[in-house]
């Protein structure tokens, strides 16, 4: 606390040193009236907001579902400025490919080394080959 704010305490105090007891017990009942007042306008407001997740101590789980409010604003001014467009390739767009190799650098031929019916180690054909 600064100094003004305890000297005004100090102050506060002895003048409420000087008053009666029937002074004092209408200050406290005046205040008494005050706190149910604003305590009355608290639980309107309340009731007036409803809570969530994300204005309480609520599991997230508990919450409705329901648009939020960005989402509106966003899809509100998307509609105004653009079409919407479906998504992937649009309609008279070129479109651009990946263009494979000129030329094959080897050649690798697959044989198995044994037969999968009789378990054979001399097979004659090969199976396949890969190019690279």
């Given at each position: 606390?600064?100094?003004?704010?305890?000297l005004?305490?100090?102050?506060?105090?002895?003048?409420?040193d000087?008053?009666s007891?029937?002074?004092?017990?209408?200050?406290?009942?005046?205040?008494?009236?005050?706190?149910?007042?604003l305590?009355?306008?608290?639980?309107?407001?309340?009731?007036?907001?409803?809570?969530?997740?994300?204005?309480?101590?609520?599991?997230?789980?508990?919450?409705?579902?329901?648009?939020s409010?960005?989402?509106?604003?966003d899809?509100?001014?998307?509609?105004?400025s653009?079409?919407?467009?479906?998504?992937?390739?649009q309609?008279?767009?070129?479109?651009?490919?990946?263009?494979?190799?000129?030329?094959?650098?080897?050649?690798?031929?697959?044989t198995?080394?044994?037969?999968?019916?009789?378990?054979?180690?001399?097979?004659?054909?090969?199976?396949?080959?890969?190019?690279?």
């Open positions: 606390m600064s100094e003004k704010s305890e005004s305490a100090a102050l506060k105090l002895k003048m409420v000087q008053l007891r029937e002074e004092l017990v209408k200050i406290v009942l005046a205040q008494q009236k005050l706190i149910e007042k305590q009355l306008q608290l639980e309107k407001l309340q009731e007036r907001q409803p809570s969530n997740s994300k204005t309480s101590s609520k599991p997230p789980s508990s919450d409705l579902i329901q648009k409010e960005t989402a509106a604003f899809n509100s001014k998307e509609s105004e653009q079409p919407k467009r479906k998504a992937g390739g309609l008279g767009h070129i479109g651009k490919t990946r263009k494979g190799f000129g030329r094959v650098d080897r050649y690798q031929i697959s198995p080394e044994s037969c999968e019916h009789c378990g054979s180690r001399e097979l004659s054909d090969p199976i396949g080959y890969s190019k690279q």
